[in-house]
């Protein structure tokens, strides 16, 4: 299974979009899955369905930071890389949807109350709008990590 199917898999199953494709990179980026999960939890449905930035964006920037962020060793130069590969994955991410804001990916739905929610299950947005935004971002990423 590759990675974008990883994270497809794992966000079908019941993560969050943040969750799904952070996973998909533990293994790239040396991070335990379960930890991972865990950290990732919050960012889903753009940061705790206040619909901010999109969890699945969110997620990248963790593989990103994961990958290249500066941690208490290294350089300031590491801080630079990471907010280059971070623009990089926003911009093609906006590029290709539009947005990288998961309220206008989700046409204005409101995910944070029982109306919004239903909205969201009978429009299907989680497998029209949310699935290939989680697909997306796992592309993107293959091409800047």
């Given at each position: 299974m590759d990675r974008g199917e990883l994270a497809v898999a794992k966000f079908v199953s019941g993560y969050n979009c943040a969750q799904s494709v952070f996973f998909a990179f533990c293994d790239?980026?040396?991070?335990?899955?379960?930890?991972?999960?865990?950290?990732?939890?919050?960012?889903?449905?753009?940061?705790?369905?206040k619909e901010e930035v999109c969890g699945a964006v969110t997620g990248g920037v963790m593989v990103i930071g994961a990958k290249y962020g500066r941690g208490e060793n290294d350089a300031q130069k590491e801080t630079e890389?990471?907010?280059?590969?971070?623009?990089?994955?926003?911009?093609?991410?906006?590029?290709?949807?539009?947005?990288?804001?998961?309220r206008q990916l989700l046409n204005g739905c409101d995910l944070s109350d029982d109306?919004?929610?239903?909205?969201?299950?009978?429009?299907?947005?989680?497998n029209k709008i949310c699935k290939p935004c989680v697909q997306s971002v796992v592309e993107i990423l293959e091409g800047i990590i």
């Open positions: 790239d980026v040396e991070v335990d899955k379960d930890k991972a999960l865990k950290i990732a939890c919050g960012f889903g449905a753009g940061m705790g369905r890389i990471t907010y280059v590969k971070t623009r990089e994955l926003m911009n093609q991410f906006s590029q290709k949807y539009g947005s990288f804001i998961c109306e919004g929610h239903k909205r969201y299950l009978e429009n299907d947005y989680r």
